[in-house]
């Protein structure tokens, strides 16, 4: 049994190796999480469990996302990048820490199965878990000890035989999942504490900043650009290098080895972690940004039927207020202003405060502070007020929406489904994702833009012409803003 394993994990690894000599980073990076790694081997971890050590598994596919995109992980951004994506992480997920618990679910389902397959005289000896070894090392596997919670659901499984309906797996890794989150935000605040880089009110600042960052990232479709979709248009992939930058931001991890001044402005000091670049507002790449995200909600409006106007004068008292999407919905005309915030922003911290506290936390205050006050005078001087509504569409430089943004956009996506012969979850799957990928791109390319620390450059032929750009800091080679050419 060893050796079988041994060479199964040794065929996940050369295939790992394949996968990450493709051309294409964004494309190896979806093939490394649905077709290597975890789910190569999750059916050798349920037979097998904890006797056998998969860390060789964790070690080749941490290697494999370091080739896809350059990035070296310390400790703490693997831990974060091998949790789920639900919980901001890149759903990597260890093998060594699921081993047991894949193991112990298995053995239960198996159990639930034997009725039905060995007859009631033998089933008596067929499985006495006491007895089996195998289950008994993943039950006792030190791995599995930090978490309480999960040991006290299998005890109760082994009083009850309840297997969860065949669920266990799932109920139990979800549960390991969030105890490693929380011990995960603990350990790298504390981190940050030990280092002694940072003191007071600059400390503090830096470790709500973590817990926004990861909240951020968490939050409900602000991760549909990571791993593509299957219906979405193929030029939905980011290029190399922008994906480097993205994954680097979503792990917290440095975009330059050193700071420099600031390509876009010319004045301020682009820093390593991306900071003043998500903040500058010169060079015109945030309005590109939020062009391209007003078009794609246009787009899926037009689809709907709702025949949106877009940038024009709709109210009767003035003109000079043009919201960015205004459409007539059952007898109401409903103005649709797009804007990008910036959860991490030093100049008003709380945002970040807002944001740590639940995912979408930032774009909710921006959308509070400074766009619900914005139509209200004019819409309340309108001869029927109570005939428009006023829909801030704000998300954060993570892809978080703010509520009332998920209502709306989620209402526009079914309107659109209804036209085309196809599920309202089909269609908000493409329109997030299309949503999504538009946040991720366009931030990464204001990073990249802004210069980073390398004095090497290349040309992006970008949609609105040439543009010149600093090329990515990669440990050990370099890749210009471009990557390698798409069809278009």
């Known amino acids: ?105 298995a053995t239960f389902d198996g159990e639930a199965c034997l009725p039905s397959l060995v007859t009631p005289y033998v089933l008596p000896h067929a499985m006495l878990l006491d007895e089996d070894d195998t289950f008994l090392a993943s039950l006792e596997d030190p791995r599995l000890a930090p978490f309480e919670s999960v040991l006290e659901k299998i005890q109760n499984v082994l009083q009850a035989r309840d297997n969860y309906g065949g669920r266990g797996q799932k109920v139990w890794s979800a549960t390991v999942h969030d105890e490693r989150r929380k011990a995960l935000l603990i350990s790298m605040t504390e981190e940050l504490g030990r280092s002694g880089r940072l003191q007071g009110s600059a400390l503090a600042l830096k470790q709500v900043q973590v817990r926004a960052r990861i909240q951020s990232c968490s939050a409900q479709h602000a991760s549909a650009w990571l791993y593509g979709n299957a219906e979405a248009d193929p030029r939905l992939w980011l290029s190399p290098a922008e994906l480097a930058v993205a994954i680097r931001l979503r792990l917290g991890l440095p975009i330059a080895p050193m700071p420099s001044i600031c390509r876009l402005c010319g004045t301020g000091s682009a820093d390593v972690d991306g900071v003043h670049a998500r903040s500058c507002f010169s060079g015109g790449r945030r309005t590109r940004m939020h062009n391209a995200l007003r078009d794609v909600i246009a787009d899926f409006a037009r689809r709907g039927l709702l025949a949106p106007a877009v940038e024009r004068p709709v109210f009767s008292n003035t003109e000079r207020k043009r919201p960015d999407i205004s459409y007539v919905r059952d007898g109401t005309t409903v103005v649709l202003d797009v804007a990008v915030t910036f959860p991490l922003q030093p100049s008003n911290p709380q945002y970040a405060k807002r944001a740590a506290e639940k995912p979408g936390g930032a774009a909710t205050a921006y959308a509070t502070a400074v766009k619900e006050g914005k139509y209200r005078g004019i819409i309340d001087n309108e001869p029927n007020p109570r005939e428009w509504l006023a829909v801030p569409l704000v998300v954060d430089t993570f892809g978080a929406w703010c509520p009332g943004a998920l209502t709306e956009l989620r209402q526009i996506a079914r309107k659109s489904a209804l036209r085309e012969d196809r599920t309202a979850s089909a269609a908000c799957q493409d329109f997030f994702h299309q949503l999504s990928f538009q946040v991720a791109q366009g931030v990464a390319r204001i990073v990249i833009s802004s210069g980073g620390a390398r004095p090497d450059e290349a040309v992006h032929p970008g949609a609105g012409g040439s543009v010149t750009a600093s090329r990515v800091f990669l440990p050990g080679r370099t890749c210009s803003l471009a990557g390698q050419p798409r069809s278009q």
Do not use: N, Y
């Open 1 to 105: 049994m060893r050796a079988f394993v041994e060479e199964a994990a040794k065929s996940a690894e050369r295939k790992m190796r394949m996968i990450a000599s493709l051309p294409d980073a964004h494309v190896a990076l979806t093939l490394l999480k649905f077709c290597a790694g975890f789910v190569s081997v999750v059916h050798l971890m349920r037979a097998v469990g904890a006797v056998f050590d998969f860390a060789c598994i964790d070690q080749a596919t941490q290697s494999c996302l370091a080739t896809i995109t350059g990035i070296e992980t310390d400790a703490s951004a693997w831990a974060l990048a091998s949790l789920p994506v639900r919980l901001g992480g890149l759903g990597l997920h260890s093998c060594a820490d699921t081993a047991a618990i894949a193991h112990i679910a």
